[in-house]
C-alpha cells in the first residue's frame, strides 16, 4: 500500500492564481482532513470529510475548497491564491482511531 | 471538542526518560487521548493512544488517571533521534469526523 499521497511536493504560485493540491489514500479510509501547517506552529484543520459526498469546514476553511467524489481522493482547491496561504499542506486519512499524514506540499504564494 | 494545554519546550539528554504532560479538563465521556510525533518536514506519525489508565506499546507509555484531564506520556531512555515536536490530541474522530492539532511540545534531546 502507498498509504497516503499527495502532489505536488513542491509549489509556487502567484497572488490571484488558483490551483489543486491532490490526496490520494489506497487504504480505503472513509475520514479524509487537510491541514495547514504554519513555520514554527501547530497543525490547523482546513476541511474534512467523513465518507464520499460529505465535506464540512474545519478551523481554516477560507479561501479553500473541497469535494470528495471517491473514497480514495480528496482534493483541496485553493480559489485565488494570497500570500497568507504560503503554508506547508498535509492530507490525513482514517477510519479507526489513528490518522495517517502524507508526506505534505510546501506552497509559496509571492 | 476538549482544549489541550502542553509545555511549548522541552529538553532531556540521552538515556533519559521524557515525560510530557497533556491537559485537557474538558475531556468528554467518548474521547480518546492520542499521541502524534513530527519530525522537521513530515508528516504527524501517531505514537500511542488510550483510553483510561496504562497504556503501554514498543514505543511509549501512556498514563491516564481515574478523572481522565491530564495524561503523561513517557518515552523512556530518549535517544537524539526522539528529538521532535509531540501532539496531544483529545476526541474521537470517528464521532465528529475531525480532530483537533494544539501547538505541541518541542522535545530537544541533547548528547
Known sequence: ?110 | LAKTTQPISMDSYEGQEVNITCSHNNIATNDYITWYQQFPSQGPRFIIQGYKTKVTNEVASLFIPADRKSSTLSLPRVSLSDTAVYYCLVGDIRDTGKLIFGQGTTLQVKP
Open chain 1, 1 to 110: 500500500n502507498a498509504g497516503v499521497t499527495q502532489t505536488p511536493k513542491f509549489q509556487v504560485l502567484k497572488t490571484g492564481q488558483s490551483m489543486t493540491l491532490q490526496c490520494a489514500q489506497d487504504m480505503n479510509h472513509e475520514y479524509m482532513s487537510w491541514y495547514r501547517q504554519d513555520p514554527g506552529m501547530g497543525l490547523r484543520l482546513i476541511h474534512y470529510s467523513v465518507g464520499a459526498g460529505i465535506t464540512d469546514q474545519g478551523e481554516v476553511p477560507n479561501g479553500y475548497n473541497v469535494s470528495r467524489s471517491t473514497t480514495e481522493d480528496f482534493p483541496l482547491r485553493l480559489l485565488s491564491a494570497a500570500p497568507s496561504q504560503t503554508s506547508v499542506y498535509f492530507c490525513a486519512s482514517s477510519q479507526g482511531l489513528e490518522q495517517f499524514f502524507g508526506p505534505g506540499t510546501r506552497l509559496t504564494v509571492l
